[in-house]
């Protein structure tokens, strides 16, 4: 059973966790919710179309403007306590790698932190453990925060994610996080080529066979844009498409930016199983 905040999420459910980038310069939405008000409608629109938790970012993954510690927390931690406010029971999830931001949206009513870089601060893990919420453990391949991979190689990348993620699960759990809070994200596109997150696509299942909770994010990624020759706002198509070769294959939680048509292929992957 997966437990985030109050809410449980059975087996072989399938949960949506809605996109909010509090960021002027996300590759997506160009800052279209970086303004406080527009990020909390966002929010507000995300629940109503049947997100089951909400994911609040305010750095940018992908190279940029600096954004120090202080910058971080003002994005996110007002934000967070105004979504626990109006929506007390949905999850609140913080895309963040910095044990500091994490401690301060604890605190302000986070559920989980979801570290997409790999766990490039193991404080993380302890945070999630003092105030016992759920921790999203990644492979970024070693990678420092906001770069992207250069002639990347694995000997097998599929191995490497999965020893890699397992190892930070294993770590969690003995310092305090409550197994039935941790997910393990294969983290496509981070520390990988387009090759690599094919290859983890295909083969998702030998992640899933490992008994943890698998979170996928590859709403509109670029290994989706380069296969398909799409720009990012033709991916919506093949967005869908890979998440319902993953949901197939056991992936519990969907990182998306598309609510409404997640939720629908979520329901078309389940009926056909």
């Not at 409550?178 to 596109?189: G, K, N, Q």
């Amino acid at each position: 059973m997966l437990r985030l905040g109050t809410r449980e999420f059975p087996p072989d459910s399938f949960g949506i966790m809605a996109v909010l980038n509090r960021t002027p310069d996300s590759f997506f939405d160009r800052g279209a919710t970086y303004g406080f008000d527009t990020a909390l409608d966002a929010a507000d629109t995300a629940v109503a179309e049947g997100a089951d938790i909400v994911d609040v970012g305010g750095v940018k993954a992908g190279p940029g403007d600096e954004v120090g510690v202080a910058e971080e927390i003002s994005r996110v931690a007002d934000l967070v306590a105004a979504i626990r406010e109006r929506h007390p029971t949905i999850p609140i999830s913080v895309d963040t790698w910095r044990c500091e931001v994490a401690d301060v949206v604890a605190q302000a009513g986070a559920d989980l932190i979801n570290d997409t870089w790999g766990g490039v601060d193991p404080r993380l893990a302890e945070v999630a453990a003092a105030y016992g919420i759920g921790l999203v453990c990644a492979h970024a391949g070693g990678l420092t925060p906001r770069t992207r991979p250069h002639r990347v190689a694995y000997d097998d990348v599929a191995e490497a994610m999965t020893s890699h993620v397992i190892a930070l699960a294993e770590r969690a759990v003995a310092v305090g996080v409550e197994p039935e809070r941790i997910l393990v994200d294969p983290a496509h596109d981070f520390g990988k080529n387009t090759w690599h997150s094919l290859e983890l696509t295909r083969r998702l299942g030998e992640l899933v066979t490992t008994g943890w909770p698998v979170l996928v994010a590859v709403s509109n990624k670029d290994f989706i844009g380069e296969t398909l020759g799409q720009p990012v706002p033709e991916r919506g198509v093949g967005t869908i498409a890979t998440l319902a070769v993953l949901a197939w294959q056991g992936a519990r939680v969907f990182r998306m930016h598309d609510v409404r048509s997640t939720r629908q292929a979520l329901a078309a992957v389940a009926a056909l199983r």
